[in-house]
């Protein structure tokens, strides 16, 4: 069964402190990983989707990097309106998996990002 | 402009009750999904429709019953309401089906509570 982990579950930032989240998963080959980024009250906002390792995206101050076993979301010289949970999301290959169901999307529980004024 | 719309915003009824959640997305998208986040915050799949056809039906309770009567619209009708049903409730879409690989839009989801 597919899993993904994200770390940590929380993370206060001063703003203009750089960090790095952490999403670490388990799928039957990796079709493309996603970030989202949620807001209180509201439904995710698509950011990035990377599809094979050593790929990275870029946005703002945020930037995505994927490895064969996490991806990693870093955030430069981060302000408090990045304030958010992040979740990250898996999809597995149509070829491993022999349910539809299994390609949907598996997400993270996120963490949750405060940057401090 | 809207993208992906759901209504109710909040939503509290009393156990065993029926209620329906309704979805609209104003992007063309063929693909549209039910989610569930419960109180730990994991988004999980529920059903999945491509034009209007049941493509995806993960195991969920049969009071749960989507329906899709054009592909711009998805509703969720819950009949018999219990507890474990409180959670938020998300509509998405997407241009393509699984395992085509396109980003969701999520609506703004539906706070339900089951006292």
């Known amino acids: 069964e597919d899993q993904v982990t994200q770390s940590p579950e929380a993370l206060r930032l001063q703003e203009g402190e750089s960090s790095s989240l952490n999403c670490s998963y388990t799928?039957?080959?990796?079709?493309?990983l996603f970030w989202y980024r949620q807001d209180p009250g509201k439904g995710p906002e698509f950011l990035f989707t990377l599809y094979s390792a050593g790929e990275e995206k870029e946005k703002e101050r945020l930037k995505a990097t994927l490895t064969k076993k996490e991806s990693f979301l870093h955030i430069t010289a981060p302000k408090p309106e990045d304030s958010a949970t992040y979740l990250c999301a898996v999809q597995a290959s149509a070829k491993r998996v022999s349910s539809g169901s299994a390609r949907q999307l598996t997400f993270g529980s996120g963490t949750q990002l405060t940057v401090l004024p | 402009d809207t993208a992906v719309s759901q209504t109710p915003k909040y939503l509290v009824t009393q156990m065993g009750n029926d209620k329906s959640i309704k979805c609209e997305q104003n992007l063309g998208h063929d693909t549209m999904y039910w989610y569930k986040q419960d109180s730990k915050k994991f988004l999980k799949i529920m059903f999945s429709?491509?034009?209007?056809?049941?493509?995806i039906n993960e195991t969920v309770p049969n009071r749960f019953s989507p329906k899709s009567p054009d592909k711009a619209h998805l509703n969720l009708h819950i009949n018999s309401l219990e507890l474990g049903d409180s959670a938020v409730y998300f509509c998405a879409s997407s241009h393509k089906p699984p395992p085509g690989l396109r980003e969701q839009f999520f609506g703004p989801g539906t706070r339900l509570t089951v006292l």
């Open positions: 799928v039957s080959g990796l079709r493309g």
């Open positions: 429709y491509n034009n209007k056809e049941l493509i």
